[in-house]
């Protein structure tokens, strides 16, 4: 690959004191948990976990409603729970490297120094802010309708937010000629939050448009591509690879989606070393808790990457079932965005298409709190997000899920039609529905 040309310098990007932080240097560091060393120096309990386990055969719990259960945990595991996590994470960050080393954008090879890992992306969402940009005086730009945390996360930290919406009538397309004139023209701009896929878009971002925007010949700042739902999307789609060739370029990835482990918590940044050092130096020492490394680096095993490779593939087919069942049903309008992920972006209609349906709001409002209230069925309203005007954002169930909804939206939008719906709640809902992060 050609060299890549970039006006971004960290010594000036970074805040002075993030890039002279030295960062907490805990037990681990010196010397590690081998299984044979006596370790007298973090002031852990020697005894081990205050847990009923035993060595053989299930643990018996009572739960909330006095229900009693068991489970046959990895003892191994648990019995190590009184000694803090690895600080590092060195061998979850090469598994993680050698997924994502597919070498499409470059023949350049990512390392574990060029990785951070956190509670979740939304732990690295806002280190990144923490990282670049000074509260009260730097601002981020995001692309609306995107991820609500970024905003979030710039509230938290005192940070304005400046939008460059996506180009509805272009598929949610990036604008980045108009999103290089605010970065031409204020320089406070640190940061650039893009969704791809997106959400609740769904379409992947072009990757010229994303190097349009790191070429800017001015704009001292960093880009972050949020890849949370990559693994629904075509191969080769991630740019996790390509942070070897920018110095200003993270891409956020997460192991809450295509491999069904949201309640660990494991996000990552991919990003160049230098970036990536400074992320390490300003978190918690013990972020990852040493249960959520294990299950980590498991699902990074080839059974597991297998289970996780069928998995997607079912996904994917009964996205394809709803994208040719949905327009089906009357009620029901156009697909908005893509379908590289697992969830659709789907107009509702104030009346049966051929009838003259338009998207509407309140409709849509109606049938989410129908299916939710009365089918059991929950999704998520969008319609007041930019360019989604009349949209309900729809997961990708399992198969007998997808029967029920089919079935069920068909049932709720006949009661929207011959007045059996409540269509009484107004904008209020509607706001409050739409506020919600997702």
Same mark, same amino acid.
């Given at each position: 690959?050609?060299?890549t040309k970039s006006a971004f310098d960290l010594s000036k990007c970074a805040r002075p004191n993030i890039l002279s932080l030295q960062p907490y240097r805990c037990a681990r560091d010196d010397y590690k948990d081998d299984g044979t060393n006596i370790l007298l120096d973090a002031n852990e309990n020697a005894y081990g976990p205050s847990l009923n386990l035993q060595?053989?055969?299930p643990v018996h719990q009572t739960g909330i409603n006095g229900t009693e259960t068991s489970t046959t945990p990895d003892m191994k595991l648990l019995l190590g729970l009184n000694r803090y996590p690895d600080p590092h994470q060195i061998e979850l960050k090469q598994l993680l490297c050698s997924l994502r080393n597919d070498h499409t954008h470059t023949p350049k090879t990512l390392r574990p120094e060029n990785l951070f890992v956190g509670v979740g992306s939304d732990e690295a969402i806002d280190a990144i802010l923490r990282c670049f940009c000074v509260p009260g005086r730097d601002k981020?730009?995001?692309?609306p309708p995107t991820y609500g945390m970024y905003a979030v996360s710039a509230q938290v930290n005192d940070l304005e937010v400046v939008k460059v919406p996506l180009d509805a009538s272009k598929a949610f397309s990036l604008q980045p000629e108009a999103i290089n004139e605010k970065l031409a023209l204020d320089p406070h701009i640190k940061i650039v939050y893009v969704? !791809? /896929?997106?959400?609740? @878009?769904?379409?992947?971002? !072009?990757? !010229?448009?994303?190097?349009k925007i790191l070429e800017h010949p001015t704009w001292n700042g960093v880009v972050v591509v949020d890849e949370a739902y990559i693994d629904f999307a075509s191969e080769g789609s991630s740019l996790a690879n390509w942070v070897t060739e920018w110095p200003n370029l993270i891409i956020l990835q997460t192991l809450s989606k295509a491999f069904g482990l949201a309640g660990i918590r494991l996000g990552t940044a991919f990003t160049s070393p230098e970036i990536a050092a400074l992320l390490n130096n300003l978190k918690a020492p013990y972020n990852i808790s040493t249960i959520t490394s294990a299950i980590a680096c498991q699902a990074m095993q080839p059974e597991s990457l297998g289970i996780m490779r069928s998995s997607r593939s079912k996904i994917v087919k009964q996205r394809e079932?709803? &994208?040719?069942? &949905? /327009? %089906?049903? /009357?009620?029901i309008g156009r697909f908005?965005?893509?379908? +590289? !992920?697992?969830? &659709?972006?789907? +107009?509702?209609? #104030? %009346? /049966?298409?051929?009838?003259?349906?338009?998207?509407?709001? +309140? @409709?849509? &409002?109606a049938v989410y709190e129908g299916l939710a209230e009365n089918k059991g069925v929950v999704v998520r309203f969008r319609g007041k997000e930019p360019g989604c005007h009349g949209c309900l954002r729809i997961t990708v169930g399992t198969e007998d899920?997808? #029967?029920k909804f089919l079935e069920e939206i068909r049932l709720v939008l006949e009661e929207a039609y011959t007045g059996k719906l409540d269509m009484s709640n107004g904008k209020e809902d509607a706001k409050v529905a739409n506020d919600i992060i997702a």
């Open positions: 690959m050609a060299h060595t053989n055969g981020i730009l995001t692309c969704c !791809s /896929p997106g959400n609740p @878009t769904a379409n992947l971002i !072009s990757k !010229s448009a994303i190097q079932r709803m &994208l040719a069942e &949905l /327009p %089906k049903i /009357p009620g908005l965005g893509g379908a +590289e !992920s697992n969830f &659709l972006l789907v +107009e509702i209609l #104030d %009346k /049966p298409r051929n009838s003259g349906g338009k998207p509407n709001n +309140e @409709t849509a &409002l899920e997808v #029967d």
